[in-house]
């Protein structure tokens, strides 16, 4: 249902970015599956300027890193901001591995992890954005 809605949206004229976000940040492969189909770019950023693997990265969502590199995500942050650097942020097990995958992968840290704006890509995404509490493993 969601994932419908989404797209509908985006045809309509909604900001496609904003969607790829949420959708990355909440680990929800489907939308972002829906999303890339109809069309929108994998590295399309949200009106606030956040990335899907950005906000992936930053919440732990593994499948969500992996499709978004499977469908050609900048590794290194098509936003300024690097995935990377978000993914190794706090010593939690599931951030952890998305920065295996990254590192495995190629990615690079960036000098700099937050974008040019001053706000963390997290800070673009409702508060609670996890699906699940972040375990501290």
Request: charged share 25%; hydrophobic share 40%.
């Given at each position: 249902q969601a994932r419908g809605l989404a797209v509908q949206v985006v045809e309509a004229?909604?900001?496609a970015g904003?969607?790829?976000t949420q959708a990355a940040a909440y680990g929800d492969v489907?939308?972002?599956?829906?999303?890339?189909?109809a069309g929108v770019g994998v590295?399309?950023?949200s009106e606030?300027?956040?990335?899907a693997l950005c906000l992936a990265a930053e919440e732990?969502?593994?499948e969500a890193a992996e499709y978004l590199l499977a469908r050609g995500a900048d590794i290194n942050g098509a936003d300024g901001c690097s995935p990377l650097a978000h993914a190794e942020s706090y010593?939690?097990?599931?951030?952890k591995e998305v920065a295996q995958l990254l590192r495995a992968r190629g990615a690079h840290q960036a000098e700099q992890a937050?974008?040019?704006d001053g706000h963390k890509p997290s800070s673009r995404v409702p508060s609670d954005a996890s699906t699940a509490p972040a375990d501290a493993h």
């Amino acid at each position: 249902q969601a994932r419908g809605l989404a797209v509908q949206v985006v045809e309509a004229g909604g900001h496609a970015g904003d969607f790829m976000t949420q959708a990355a940040a909440y680990g929800d492969v489907e939308t972002l599956r829906a999303l890339i189909d109809a069309g929108v770019g994998v590295d399309t950023l949200s009106e606030s300027g956040s990335s899907a693997l950005c906000l992936a990265a930053e919440e732990g969502q593994l499948e969500a890193a992996e499709y978004l590199l499977a469908r050609g995500a900048d590794i290194n942050g098509a936003d300024g901001c690097s995935p990377l650097a978000h993914a190794e942020s706090y010593d939690i097990r599931r951030k952890k591995e998305v920065a295996q995958l990254l590192r495995a992968r190629g990615a690079h840290q960036a000098e700099q992890a937050v974008p040019s704006d001053g706000h963390k890509p997290s800070s673009r995404v409702p508060s609670d954005a996890s699906t699940a509490p972040a375990d501290a493993h």
